[in-house]
């Protein structure tokens, strides 16, 4: 399919979209959380893409948030429709685990879409926050939550309160991100993790991912019940008598999904 903000490719069982914008920092309009939706869809139908990596072109910004010209024209009750907020709970509860390759900026909406994926990684010269309240707003598609939760309640207020921007580098050391790397090397990087995971059970990576999102707002006992309930699938799972037989044969598993 062509589209106008999104550049979308797929190589090696790795789909790829790209926000297209970069005259505008990659800025994340309608339009643009529209077309991330379709290719989302497109690409859960394939079979042949087992991981979904996010990226911005260019070198300065992966998004720079939201697009501030239709920001400033929102209404109270634009701003209880779904949008951003919709879609970044798709990414978050897609089948299919999802990286984030934050090269640049990554700032507001941008910040809160890298917080949906599964896995983050950053080039060195990247940039990350939630400035929103600098706007007279606050983050409003996931930010108080996702953060919060990545990094602690401590930390994520203090972010969110005072607006601070904070390098590649803060952002690896309080687990915001995974690991920060060269420019040149980000994409290999984030390639890296998806080669890693797309040759686990698809079908196993779905009900984890499941566990640890659902698991994380429970207590512990219903969330024990939860991954009890995710493993008993699995355990009758077609992929789960071929990796068990694949590890026994000494060979390379065949997973299906089933």
Do not use: H, W
């Not at 685990?97 to 090269?103: H, K, M, Q, R, W």
């Not at 994926?117 to 400035?131: E, F």
């Not at 090397?185 to 890693?196: H, S, V």
């Amino acid at each position: 399919m062509d589209f106008n903000n999104i550049l979308v490719r797929a190589e090696e069982g790795i789909g790829f979209i790209i926000i297209n914008r970069p005259e505008l920092r990659n800025a994340l309009n309608i339009n643009t959380l529209l077309e991330i939706e379709t290719a989302l869809d497109k690409m859960r139908d394939d079979e042949d893409i087992r991981v979904i990596i996010f990226s911005g072109a260019g070198e300065k910004s992966f998004a720079a948030g939201a697009d501030i010209s239709q920001l400033s024209k929102r209404t109270m009750i634009d701003a209880l429709k779904p949008n951003m907020t919709a879609t970044y709970r798709k990414i978050e509860d897609y089948e299919k685990p999802t990286i984030a390759a934050i090269n640049g900026y990554a700032l507001g909406g941008g910040l809160e879409l890298a917080l949906a994926c599964d896995i983050r990684v950053a080039s060195l010269n990247a940039k990350v926050g939630l400035p929103e309240v600098g706007l007279g707003i606050m983050p409003g598609a996931g930010g108080t939550q996702r953060l919060s939760r990545i990094i602690g309640k401590g930390k994520a207020m203090e972010l969110i309160l005072t607006g601070d921007i904070i390098t590649a580098a803060e952002a690896e050391r309080l687990n915001l991100i995974s690991k920060a790397v060269p420019q040149e090397e980000l994409i290999e990087t984030a390639k890296g993790y998806a080669r890693r995971i797309s040759v686990k059970g698809p079908l196993a990576l779905r009900m984890a991912k499941a566990a640890v999102n659902r698991g994380a707002d429970m207590e512990m006992e219903t969330a024990l019940y939860l991954e009890k309930l995710a493993q008993t699938i699995l355990i009758g799972s077609e992929d789960k008598l071929e990796g068990t037989q694949a590890f026994l044969e000494k060979r390379t598993p065949q997973f299906k999904g089933k």
